[in-house]
C-alpha cells in the first residue's frame, strides 16, 4: 500500500437499492482502489474493492479497438438509421445520464425501457392499480413497531435493512431498537435472514396471493375457512394472530421483495399487498415498501415517471410517449424479434435473459456502456467503457424510498461517464437526424387510433 | 439574449405601472423592458391584441416526490392526453398531472411564464430541483414543507425562539427553497404516531410536544417576519376541506395580527356549518372569508378555485387525502417523510351535480367576487387539486362573463348554488382586473419586483392574446409569448426551446445553528447531515431574490 491515502468520508455505497450514504473510504491514489470502507456491508466492501481502474479500450467497435469518440460515431449511425430503436438498463447509473437516455428514445422515437421490467415492474402495475401507502427509511426506523418482510432475503441481499433502517436501530419512538419491534418474515424457505424474525410464516409455493387475500379477509372481519393451511401451509390460528398484532400495533411496514413480485400471481401479489396495506390504515397506521435491487433503479423509475408519465416500457414511435408492459417491455422486444438496434445502458441483460431474447441480441447492432466486460459487452457492436458511478463519477441517486442522494466520488477515472457519452450520442443523432424525428402521423389521429 | 423586440399597436395592460389598456409599444432589450429598442428590432405588431405580463402562478403542484407518485398512478390519466413532441420541443403526456417537459410547454402555451410548486419536503428537495430543471421555459420555485418539522417543533417547544429562526432560515436556504409552507400544522404527528388521527382544532396538543397548532402557526409567522422573506410564511390551514372550518380559517388569520401571512387555496377553508338536515352539507362560509381579508392588509390569499371534471387530489395533508378517499375510487397513495411531512394522493373528479362540489365551485367564484382588492385575492386552482391549470382560461371567462356563468350556474346542484351568495353576485372582471390576479397581484405577494409588470427594467417575459369576445377562447391560446426576451411562441407555435431559472432565497442565518441541527440527524434521520444540503448542480440557472436585510445591506 502506497503512502498517498485520500480519506472520503459520506460517501454512497450504489450497490443495492439501500443506497447507505455513510460510508467513509479511504484511497490508495496511486493504485486507484479503495482500501477501506467504513460502515459498508459485505457486499458494499465487495463493491467499493471490486472497481479499481482496469485497463480497458476506451471503446471497442466490433472488437477492434477505437477512441470513444469513434464510438460515439458509430452509435450515432446505429441509432439514427434504426427504424425501431430501444435503450435499456439504466438502473445502474445516474440520473443525470438517465435524463440523457430518455432524451435520446424520444428524439429518435425509439422505447426506453428499464431493469424494472424484469424485477419490481410489476409492483409498478400494483401501484397503479390500487396505489400504496409508503413511507421514507427513516420513518420505519423511527416509527415502526412491527415490520414484515415478504419474499425477500435481507440478510444477504440488502443485509442493511435490518442493521440501518428496519429491525436492529433505535428510533425516536423504538427507543430499545430490536426489543420494540415485532419482526415478521414470510417466505417459502428459511433463509438467513429466518433466525431474525419473531414470527417466520412458511408458505407454499405459489401460494402468496392466496395468503395475502385470506388476510384481508380476516382484517375486514370476514370468515376464513381451516382449508386455507392445505392451500398455503399456513394455519388459520396463525393468520389471525397475526392479524391481531397487525391491527393492534402502532406503525407497522412491509417489506416486500421479488418472490412475491416474480412468482405465479406477480402484479396480483404486488396489488394484494399494497390493498392489504391499505385495509390495515382503517385501524392503524401502515406503510409498504417494494425492497429494490439495483443502485439507482428507483432513479430511473422516477426519470422516466417525470419525463413521460410512465415508468417503464415507454414507446415514443407515434411522437409522444405510450406504455404498454408486454409490448414495450424488453425481454418481449427482442423475444418476438421486432428491436432493430439497443442501446444497454449499465445492465448486462445477455448474462440473465430468456434465450429467445438473447438469440436476437446477437442479430442486432448492440451499443453497450460499461464500466466492466459483460457477456452484453462481449456481443455488443460497439462497447464503451465508462467510469462507475459513485467510485469515480458524481450525480444523483435515489434511494429504495425515493430519496435522491448526491454521489461523493472517490477517485477519477480515466474513462467518460455515462452522461458523457450519452450526450455526445445525443447531439451527433440530433445533427444526422436535424432535430427531433417527427412521425408523419398527425398526432390527432394516432392519439384516436 | 442579444436580440431586440418592439411590440407595437397592442393594448397593454400593466397594472403594476396604472397601464390600463392604452395601445403603446413595448421594447425588449437583453431580455429586460426597455425604453426603446434598435431601429433593427424584430417587430411585431399587435393590433387587436392585448399585451400582458406573463402570467404568475403563485400556487401549484407540477414537481417532486408527491407530483411523481401521482404522476405515476394514473397512467390512464396520461393516455387519452398526449403531448407530442416537435422538432424542437420533447414529448410528454398531459391529463390532470402532465410530464414535467408537457407542464412547461403548457403554461407557456397558456402565457404563464412563472409558476411556484407549493409543498415540497426538504428531503425531497433535490428530486423536486431535477424536475423544475426539466419543466423547461417558465421560472420556477418551490414553498418547502416545515410546519410539522420535528426539529423545529422541539426547539419551539423549548422556548428557544432565536435557534428555531435560525434553524427555518436553514432550511430554507439548504432546500434552496422560495418560501416556507405549513400545511395543517401538528396533523401530521397525529396521523403517524397515533393510529390515523388528526388535528380538529388550533388548540389541539400536538401529539407528545407540548404544543398546538396556534403556538406552531404563531412562531413560524413570527420567525418568518423577522427574517424578512420576499414571500411570508405560506398556510395551509388546519381542517382543510371540513364542513365548518370557516371559524379555523379566521382564527388562523387573526394569528396573524398584522403581520404579513398567505393563505393558500382559501376555498378550501371558506365552508360554514352544515344546511338542513345534512350532517355534512356544508354551506359558504365566503362571505365571511372575503370580508376579513378585504380588510386586513396584511391578509393575502389564493382562491384555489374548483373546476369541474377531473381533477388529483395531492397535498401534505395525509389525513384529508384519506378522508378522500372514500369519494375518490379505488387508489389511495400515502407517503410519510421521516421528521418532516405527510403527504396523500387520490385521483378525484368534480361533478357538477354533486352537491358538495357545486358548493366548492361556488365559493371559489364567490371569494372572486366579493374581493375588493384583487391584488391581494390571486388566482389559483390549487393545480391540480381543484383542477388542472389548463381550466385557467374557462376559469377567466367565468369571472369575465356574467351570461356564461349564469348559464353555467343553471346546470350544477341548485340545493347548493341556493345556499351559496353566488345567485346574488353580478361583478365581472375586467381585463385589468384579470391582468392583476393571475399576474401582477402573485408576482407582487412573491416580491418578485421583475415579474408580472412591464416597466422598464422588468424581465421580458411578455404575452399577447388576440382580442377576442370569448375570454376562454382568448386566454387558452396565446398568438405570441414571449420569455426572457426569446419570442418562444410565435404564431402559437413554439419556435425553440427554452431554459427557465430557479427561484430561490438563501436567508442569513447563525452557522452555529448546525451544530443543533446535526445531531438530530445523526439520531433521527437516515441520511447524514453532509448529505443533506443541496448544492448549486441542482440550479444550473438560477436567481436568488434578496430578503429584506439582505437588500438593505446591498443598498449604499
Known sequence: MSENLKFVPHATCTFCGCVCDDMDLTVDMDEKRITKAENACVLGKAWFREHGIEQRPYALIGGREATTAEGVEEAAQILARARFPLIYGLSDTTCEAQRVAVAIADMIGGTVDTTTSVCHGPSGIAFETVGESTASLGEIKNRADMVVFWGGNPAEAHPRLFSRYAVTPKGMYIPNGRKDRTVVLVDVRRTMSTPVADIFLRVKPRSDFEVLWALRALVKGRRVDPSIERRTGVSLAVLEDLVARMKSCRYGAFLFGMGLTMTRGRHFNSGALLALTTDLNEFTHWVAKPVRGHGNVTGADNVVSWQTGFPFGVNFSRGYPRFNPGEFTTVDLLARGETDAILILASDPAANFPKAAIEHLKRIPVISLDPKTTLTSQLARVAFTTATYGINVGGTVYRMDDVAITLRPAFESPYPSDEEILSAIRDRVRALLGGNRVPAVAPAVAAAS | ?556
Not at chain 2, 3 to 11: A, D, F, P, Q, T
Not at chain 2, 330 to 351: H, L, M, R
Not at chain 2, 370 to 396: A, C, E, K
Request: with cysteine.
Open chain 2, 1 to 556: 439574449m442579444g436580440s431586440s423586440l418592439r411590440i407595437v399597436n397592442g393594448r397593454v395592460y400593466d397594472p403594476a405601472n396604472g397601464v390600463d389598456g392604452e395601445v403603446r409599444d413595448v421594447c425588449i432589450r437583453d431580455g429586460k423592458i426597455a425604453a426603446d429598442a434598435p431601429p433593427d428590432a424584430k417587430r411585431i405588431d399587435a393590433a387587436g391584441m392585448v399585451v400582458m405580463p406573463g402570467g404568475v402562478d403563485i400556487h401549484c403542484h407540477i414537481a417532486g416526490p408527491k407530483v411523481n407518485l401521482a404522476r405515476k398512478v394514473q397512467p390512464e390519466d396520461h393516455r387519452y392526453d398526449v403531448h407530442p413532441r416537435t422538432r424542437v420541443t420533447r414529448s410528454g403526456t398531459g391529463g390532470s398531472v402532465p410530464s414535467t417537459f408537457a407542464t412547461g410547454y403548457r403554461y407557456a402555451g397558456l402565457g404563464y411564464t412563472t409558476a411556484m410548486e407549493a409543498a415540497v419536503t426538504p428531503l425531497g428537495a433535490r428530486h423536486a430541483l431535477e424536475e423544475l430543471h426539466d419543466t423547461p421555459v417558465i421560472d420556477k420555485g418551490f414553498y418547502v414543507l416545515v410546519g410539522n418539522n420535528v426539529l423545529l417543533y422541539r426547539l419551539l417547544q423549548e422556548g428557544r425562539l432565536e435557534e428555531f429562526r435560525n434553524a427555518l432560515a436553514w432550511w430554507i436556504k439548504v432546500t434552496k427553497a422560495y418560501a416556507p409552507k405549513l400545511v395543517n400544522p401538528g396533523g401530521d404527528e397525529l396521523w403517524k404516531g397515533q393510529r390515523n388521527a388528526n388535528i380538529t382544532s388550533l388548540d389541539d396538543k400536538i401529539g407528545p410536544f407540548e404544543l398546538t397548532p396556534r403556538k406552531v402557526i404563531a412562531g413560524f409567522i413570527e420567525a418568518a417576519t423577522a427574517l424578512g422573506l420576499p414571500h411570508p410564511v405560506h398556510i395551509h390551514c388546519n381542517n382543510l376541506g371540513h364542513t365548518g372550518n370557516v371559524a379555523t380559517t379566521l382564527e388562523t388569520m387573526r394569528l396573524a395580527e398584522g403581520r404579513r401571512t398567505h393563505f393558500a387555496h382559501v376555498q378550501f377553508n371558506s365552508y360554514g356549518p352544515a344546511a338542513g338536515k345534512s350532517q355534512t352539507n356544508p354551506t359558504s362560509g365566503a362571505r365571511e372569508i372575503a370580508e376579513f381579508v378585504n380588510t386586513h392588509p396584511n391578509i393575502s390569499a389564493d382562491v384555489g378555485a374548483v373546476m369541474f371534471g377531473r381533477s388529483t387530489i395531492m397535498t401534505g395533508d395525509a389525513p384529508l387525502a384519506y378522508m378522500l378517499r372514500q369519494f375518490g375510487g379505488t387508489k389511495w397513495v400515502n407517503a410519510d417523510t421521516e421528521n418532516e411531512s405527510g403527504c396523500g394522493i387520490v385521483p378525484f373528479t368534480y361533478q357538477d351535480r354533486v352537491y358538495t362540489n357545486a358548493m366548492q365551485w361556488a365559493v371559489g367564484l364567490e371569494l372572486f367576487l366579493l374581493s375588493q382588492d384583487p391584488w391581494r385575492m390571486v388566482f389559483s386552482t390549487d393545480h391540480p387539486n381543484g383542477g388542472s391549470f389548463v381550466t385557467y382560461p374557462r376559469l377567466i371567462r367565468l369571472l369575465m362573463d356574467r351570461e356564461f356563468r349564469k348559464a353555467r350556474m343553471a346546470e350544477v346542484n341548485q340545493k347548493a348554488l341556493d345556499r351559496s351568495g353566488l345567485r346574488d353576485l353580478s361583478r365581472e372582471y375586467s381585463l385589468n382586473e384579470i391582468a392583476i390576479v393571475t399576474r401582477a397581484g402573485p408576482a407582487r405577494l412573491l416580491g418578485l419586483t421583475r415579474k408580472g409588470q412591464l416597466g422598464v427594467g422588468a424581465d421580458a417575459d411578455v404575452t399577447i392574446y388576440e382580442e377576442d369576445p370569448d375570454k376562454e377562447k382568448m386566454f387558452s391560446a396565446p398568438r405570441y409569448v414571449i420569455k426572457d426576451g426569446e419570442l418562444i411562441i410565435e404564431d402559437h407555435e413554439f419556435r425553440v426551446d427554452h431554459e427557465g431559472r430557479l427561484l430561490h432565497v438563501a436567508p442569513d442565518f447563525d452557522p452555529g445553528i448546525e451544530q443543533v441541527i446535526e445531531p438530530f440527524f445523526e439520531d433521527f434521520y437516515t441520511i447524514r447531515f453532509a448529505n443533506y444540503a443541496v448544492d448549486d448542480r441542482y440550479a444550473p440557472h438560477h436567481e436568488i431574490i434578496p430578503t429584506a436585510p439582505q437588500a438593505a445591506g446591498a443598498r449604499p
